[in-house]
């Protein structure tokens, strides 16, 4: 047995909330459920950013992107040298073999790409890691592992291809959402999310029973997590709850529990992806450094955190600055460039599956045909309002904004007013021009898939395990 534990992180990409634990129609995660049933769920935990790479790095530096330059998706910004990655901070201080698993036994499908994808310059440092191979960790304790899991990030299956494999779902059996309209084609389109999702939750699955199985399971802490919200419109991309509030599960085996760890129950507690780090670290009985941004949430160092910060920057072409701000219940978002179109043009390209979303081009078709509520209206609008401002108790889905109202003009202050503190004590580089060189490069995506591919991608010629395996998916991710 190891004097400290080691910690496993199981991460999703762009999972959103969709989970049986937490009550989503239509949907069977048993062994996410198995992680928050047996250890402790958090229902308040908010992602930096909604999307990929500024979330990822804030999750694993335990620093805002805005204040490191890094606010920009698929930026590589040099950082100054004290800001490290987790799995160093984790090495150097208590001497944890590191590793971003690609390698497991032959007996399970291929469960990880390996993903690292940080608005960073040194993000496919070979330094940042030790290994990549499952079969060394029990050699190697204690170690931390990452097991980056490619789903429910699109291209999505076909429900008969789902079904297949035992991971259906059923279209009927779903609830859209209220700003999505509710269509035969919708529900198809939200189901093979869910079936993606249930792809994740298998191979948490597969990764609970290689250390079960290998004896690791009472020795390790266990992370279940994600980067941001489910890839469609209002969600990713967006400040939205759909887009920043995520799921987060932690197991925690009994020798090495802190007192104000209670398994089996849910926090409510609010946690920022900056507090992810230096709370690994705490457990790890490492002091976190004093110039993180965020602070542990568990054990003897934990804080209380008052309120939860995420910006949203250029992604791919799609040049947008918003900022948001929330305490749990009032949830604030200042769009600085309200004249940019809600949705980005990228995801409107069929040819670009890694980033097509099926239900903003359905949405499109039905608003050329008048269907569309204004709530569903709204999501794909061209003009947004400078403020918004929801109360999450009495509008869970966002659709109410409470800005104009007098009645709410006390709580709109305090929430703009925090932010604009939070902006200025973390020197936001989000204010400062983007070179062009930077963003061209940052706008990668399109001609490397189109390159990779040479339009001859098809979803449906790889397994529903294996889809990340295709070497497409390597290079595009690594």
Known sequence: MPDKPNIVFIMSDD???????????????PHFDRVAREGMFYSRCYATAPTCAPSRTAIFTGMYPTELNAQHHHSEPDFPDYVKHLAEHLRAGAGYYTANVVKT???????????????????????????????????????????????PHVPHHSLQRYAAEGLGVDPEQVELPPYYPDTTETRRIWARYLCAVQVFDAKVGMVLDML??????????VVVLT??????????????????????AIRIPAKYRPADYA???????????????????????????????????LGSRAQV????????????????????????????????????????????????????DDMALEMLRLRAEGQLTPEQEDVLAEVRPDEQLFDNESDPHQLHNLADDPQYLPI?????????????????????????????????????WQQVTKGEYDVEDYGVYDLPASPEFAQMFQ
């Open 227 to 248: 980067d941001h919200g489910r890839d469609m419109p209002r969600a990713k991309c967006s400040l939205y709850d759909a887009g920043i509030h995520v799921p987060l």
């Open 305 to 356: 955190r008052p309120l939860a910060f995420a910006h949203r920057d250029r992604v791919l072409t799609h040049i947008d600055r918003m900022r948001a701000v929330t305490d749990g219940r009032y949830h604030y978002i200042r769009n600085y460039m309200p004249n940019q179109p809600a949705i980005p043009a990228a995801v409107l390209r069929t040819d670009l599956e890694v980033m097509t």
């Open 15 to 29: 999972l959103g909330s969709a989970s049986s634990f937490t009550g989503t129609q239509g949907v069977n995660t």
């Open 105 to 151: 036994p032959d007996k399970y499908p291929f469960i990880t790409i390996g993903k690292r994808d940080y608005c960073w310059s040194r993000q496919h440092d070979p330094s940042i890691y030790d290994g990549d191979d499952y079969a060394e960790l029990s050699t190697h304790q204690p170690f931390f592992a990452e097991f980056q899991i490619f789903e």
């Open 212 to 221: 079960e199985g290998d004896g690791l399971l009472d020795d390790t802490i």
């Open 263 to 297: 398994p089996g129950t849910i926090s409510d507690r609010l946690i920022s992806g900056v507090d992810i780090a230096p709370t690994m670290l705490s457990l790890a009985g490492i002091d976190p450094p004093p110039f993180l941004a965020g602070a542990p949430f």
């Open 412 to 448: 709109l202050r305090r929430m703009r007013t925090a932010l604009q503190l939070w902006i200025a004590q973390t020197q936001d580089k989000g204010f400062l021009p983007e070179p062009a060189e930077a963003a061209q490069k940052g706008a990668w995506a399109v001609p490397l």
